[in-house]
Antibody
Framework: QVQLQESGPGLVNPSETLSLTCTVS????????WSWVRQPPGKGLEWIAW???????KYNPSLNGRVTILLDTSKNQFSLKLSSVTAADTAVYYC?????????????WGQGTLVSVSS | EIVMTQSPLSLPVTPGEPASISCRSS???????????LDWYLQKPGQSPQLLIY???TRASGVPDRFSGSGSGTDFTLKISRVEAEDVGLYYC?????????FGQGTRVEIK
C-alpha cells in the first residue's frame, strides 16, 4: 500500500516561495504520474500540476507560471515550488498519485499540509 | 478550461435511503475511444479525498457496491443506493479529459 507524506513550512511570507516535498513510501515513484492539489480553507479542490518520471510535466495555467514541480527518483520524492505567494495561496496542499489506467484518477493521497501565507 | 457544476450543493439524507448527486460539464467528457473521463471523490470530515469512481462508472478498489456512477458526455450522476452514516462528507466530481483537471464545487452529504 503506497503512502504519501507532505512536508514543508507551515508559514510563508507574502511574495516569497512556497516549497513542499512529498515522500512516497511502500512503492516506487517510477512509472507513475504524481500531482499536487490544494484546498483553501472552507473551499473546494484545485489541481495544481502533475509530473511523470519521464520528465513530462503539466501545470494549471491559473497559477500564471508560478509553479514548478520536480521529481527525485533517488529519494522517492517529488516537490512543489510556488513563487510570489499571496494570501490567496493559503490552503491545505495535498500530494497524490495517479492510478495507471482509465482516466488516471488520483487513487492515493497524502494527509495534506496546511500552508498559511502571512507576514 | 472545463467548468464542472454539481447539484445539489447540500444533500440531507436519511440512513437507508438512496441519494443522488448530479455533475455537469461545460464540454463533453467523452473521448474518441468512447470512454467518459469523469471521476468521483469523497472527502470525509477531516480526511483527504478518496477515489470512488473513475471512467464515469468504474468503482475503485474497495469501494462498496452501494456507490454507482452513470452518465455520458456532459451529464453524470453518482448514486448511493442506501446511505450509511459513514458516507457523510463532501463529494466532488473531476474531469480528466483535458488539462487542467477541474473539480466541481462539491456536494455536502449529511445525515438528517
Amino acid at each position: 500500500q503506497v503512502q504519501l507524506q507532505e512536508s514543508g513550512p507551515g508559514l510563508v511570507n507574502p511574495s516569497e516561495t512556497l516549497s513542499l516535498t512529498c515522500t512516497v513510501s511502500g512503492g516506487s515513484i517510477s512509472g507513475y504520474y504524481w500531482s499536487w492539489v490544494r484546498q483553501p480553507p472552507g473551499k473546494g479542490l484545485e489541481w495544481i500540476a502533475w509530473i511523470h518520471d519521464s520528465g513530462r510535466t503539466k501545470y494549471n495555467p491559473s497559477l500564471n507560471g508560478r509553479v514548478t514541480i520536480l521529481l527525485d527518483t533517488s529519494k522517492n520524492q517529488f516537490s512543489l515550488k510556488l513563487s510570489s505567494v499571496t494570501a490567496a495561496d493559503t490552503a491545505v496542499y495535498y500530494c497524490a498519485r495517479h492510478f495507471s489506467g482509465g482516466t488516471y484518477p488520483l487513487d492515493s493521497w497524502g494527509q495534506g499540509t496546511l500552508v498559511s501565507v502571512s507576514s | 478550461e472545463i467548468v464542472m457544476t454539481q447539484s445539489p450543493l447540500s444533500l440531507p439524507v436519511t440512513p437507508g435511503e438512496p441519494a443522488s448527486i448530479s455533475c455537469r460539464s461545460s464540454q463533453s467528457l467523452q473521448s474518441s475511444n468512447g470512454n467518459n473521463y469523469l471521476d468521483w471523490y469523497l472527502q470525509k470530515p477531516g480526511q483527504s479525498p478518496q477515489l470512488l469512481i473513475y471512467l464515469g462508472s468504474t468503482r475503485a478498489s474497495g469501494v462498496p457496491d452501494r456507490f454507482s456512477g452513470s452518465g455520458s458526455g456532459t451529464d453524470f450522476t453518482l448514486k448511493i443506493s442506501r446511505v450509511e452514516a459513514e458516507d457523510v462528507g463532501l463529494y466532488y466530481c473531476m474531469q480528466a479529459v483535458q488539462e487542467p483537471r477541474t473539480f466541481g464545487q462539491g456536494t455536502r452529504v449529511e445525515i438528517k
